[in-house]
């Protein structure tokens, strides 16, 4: 359902809070099928971008390390080039 979303984990240096919120932003308007929350729906949005993230950095603080770093940058890191 979100190919297009970013492995996280396994990045040197890891995937900071600002790449986490991005994935999870990303996951929730695909999810709700919004490419941008109208006015009314963003009280649920945030909310929900929120948790997401929350659990996205648990699960990354618990997996063990990957053995080879992902293929691809997430896009924040690519602006950086």
Do not use: W
Request: hydrophobic share 40%; charged share 25%; aromatic share 2%.
């Amino acid at each position: 359902m979100c190919r297009n979303i970013t492995p996280l984990r396994g990045l040197q240096p890891a995937a900071t809070a600002e790449e986490i919120e991005a994935a999870a932003r990303q996951y929730v308007r695909k999810v709700a099928s919004q490419p941008s929350p109208s006015v009314m729906a963003d009280a649920a949005f945030e909310p929900a971008v929120r948790r997401v993230a929350e659990a996205t950095t648990d699960l990354l603080s618990s997996l063990p390390a990957r053995r080879t770093p992902p293929k691809v940058d997430p896009p924040l890191r690519r602006l950086h080039r």
